[in-house]
């Protein structure tokens, strides 16, 4: 929900308070500008893009790797690797980051 203006006053606000290192999901067509986006990265925040193909990647395996057995299809998993929401939930499955706060959108 990185295009979200309240996401956007809540990692400033992250950011000014010392509270942790935030990092924001895009992907799917949840990129907002480069106007926004350059003073949070410039500030502290890490960006991490779900349809960079090495984090897509590891997405897709992650899925396919806890939901084949499921039903769970290799095209599937590719049109959920693009979601920014499930690209971050993978993110805090594989211990990149701590934890995910979502919602207010999705």
Same mark, same amino acid.
């Given at each position: 929900?990185? &295009?979200?203006?309240?996401?956007?006053?809540?990692?400033? &606000?992250?950011?000014?308070?010392?509270?942790?290192?935030?990092?924001?999901?895009?992907?799917?067509?949840?990129?907002?500008?480069?106007?926004?986006?350059?003073?949070?990265? &410039?500030?502290?925040?890490?960006?991490? $893009?779900?349809?960079?193909?090495?984090?897509?990647?590891?997405?897709? $395996?992650?899925?396919?790797?806890?939901?084949?057995?499921?039903?769970?299809?290799?095209?599937?998993?590719?049109?959920?690797?693009?979601?920014?929401?499930?690209?971050?939930?993978?993110?805090?499955?594989?211990?990149?980051?701590?934890?995910?706060? &979502?919602?207010?959108?999705?």
């Amino acid at each position: 929900e990185a &295009a979200d203006p309240r996401t956007h006053d809540a990692v400033r &606000a992250l950011l000014a308070g010392r509270v942790l290192r935030p990092v924001l999901v895009v992907g799917a067509g949840e990129r907002p500008d480069d106007a926004v986006l350059e003073p949070l990265r &410039a500030a502290g925040a890490e960006l991490v $893009d779900a349809e960079d193909p090495a984090v897509h990647a590891r997405t897709v $395996d992650h899925l396919l790797a806890r939901r084949a057995a499921k039903g769970l299809t290799r095209d599937a998993a590719e049109a959920y690797a693009r979601r920014p929401l499930v690209a971050a939930d993978v993110l805090v499955a594989q211990g990149a980051v701590d934890g995910c706060v &979502a919602g207010a959108v999705a």
